[in-house]
């Protein structure tokens, strides 16, 4: 069966620094039982180790070790269906630029020690909530900013080029494709988040296709982030997964009840235009309409969702969380969290 890679860049805006750390206060279920132990398996270092040597010996090894994923690196990835894979191999061995760039990735991951620990972790919690949930096999490649997070059969790719730290001078010459305000989020400590958010997305909760309103957008985007503070280490806290800066989740935590002040003034929880609620949901360096000097914080319906999901939960203890993921009525949520924040 063909494999299909899927980049899903969309993603984006569940990214960010683990600068501000939220308050978790129920203790998280026992998980110690539960048998999950992930690697990551290198692809980025076989594949640096085979320069210098038979390119058409290292594609045969290559293939042999990782199937569909090294077929769709080659034909995909890096190159196209047109070029025999020793042929890409040759090129990237001879490209300085590629070079350069697995050189720093050596540097910023010599190993993936931390990763593995905390996926190990997530997908524990994952299976603890849905048992059925299939542990995907994880590698590890760099493909010149091509991809982050791409998923093929039976992997998920982590494109470590796309996680080298927000200073990273490789940044400053992609900025005409990649933006400062993405870039930024491009650190090494957003790996796992931005796995799990994928997974949550992919595997677990598929965006119903009748969620057109803001409204439903904002509850349903809450719902991953509050599923992903269960799952996710403690240490990953709501500016991670909002993909905040400490500025900016300070902001938006002040002007909460302007913000849903303003969503209710301009009649925009049921508006169902593509273009006028993305303003509210995609990532940006602000959010147009709010605040002064251009200071809002992005994603401000994403932002609201949550806390409205956070309020959901509050009034109703007995729900649990399987359920809530499973509730797709956003004005029912909505209606029963009774949020009202307090304007300043």
Not at 45 to 60: C, M, P, R, V, Y
Not at 97 to 125: C, G, M, R
Not at 246 to 268: P, R, S, V
Request: neutral net charge; charged residues 25%.
């Amino acid at each position: 069966m063909a494999s299909c890679v899927k980049p899903l860049q969309i993603y984006l805006i569940f990214l960010c620094s683990s600068i501000f750390i939220s308050c978790k206060q129920e203790r998280k279920p026992d998980v110690s039982k539960i048998k999950v132990n992930i690697k990551i398996a290198r692809f980025d270092q076989d594949l640096a180790e085979g320069a210098g040597g038979n390119t058409t010996k290292t594609s045969a090894a290559l293939s042999k070790k990782y199937g569909v994923f090294y077929d769709d690196y080659i034909h995909k990835m890096v190159g196209d269906p047109s070029r025999l894979r020793p042929e890409v191999l040759n090129a990237l061995y001879k490209d300085k630029a590629y070079k350069d760039l697995t050189n720093e990735v050596d540097s910023v991951f010599p190993n993936l020690n931390s990763q593995e620990k905390d996926l190990t972790e997530t997908f524990k919690y994952i299976k603890y909530y849905y048992p059925k949930a299939k542990v995907p096999h994880f590698i590890a490649f760099v493909s010149g900013f091509s991809y982050q997070i791409p998923i093929g059969d039976k992997y998920y790719g982590i494109g470590l080029d796309m996680f080298l730290g927000k200073d990273s001078k490789f940044y400053r010459g992609i900025v005409e494709s990649v933006p400062r305000y993405l870039s930024a989020q491009f650190k090494p400590e957003n790996i796992v988040p931005r796995v799990a958010t994928t997974y949550a997305h992919e595997e677990l909760f598929p965006e119903p296709d009748e969620n057109k309103t803001l409204l439903s957008k904002m509850v349903f985007q809450g719902k991953i982030l509050y599923f992903l503070e269960k799952v996710l280490p403690e240490h990953v806290g709501d500016s991670t997964l909002l993909g905040y800066t400490k500025k900016q989740y300070d902001w938006a935590t002040h002007f909460e009840g302007d913000i849903w002040a303003y969503m209710l003034q301009n009649n925009l929880l049921y508006e169902s235009d593509y273009q006028k609620i993305q303003v509210y949901l995609a990532e940006g360096p602000f959010t147009p309409g709010l605040g002064e000097h251009r200071e809002s914080a992005p994603k401000l319906g994403v932002f609201t969702g949550l806390q409205i999901v956070k309020k959901y939960m509050a009034e109703h203890p007995t729900v649990t969380l399987q359920q809530l993921m499973a509730d797709n009525d956003g004005q029912k949520i909505l209606q029963q969290s009774k949020y009202k924040p307090k304007q300043e």
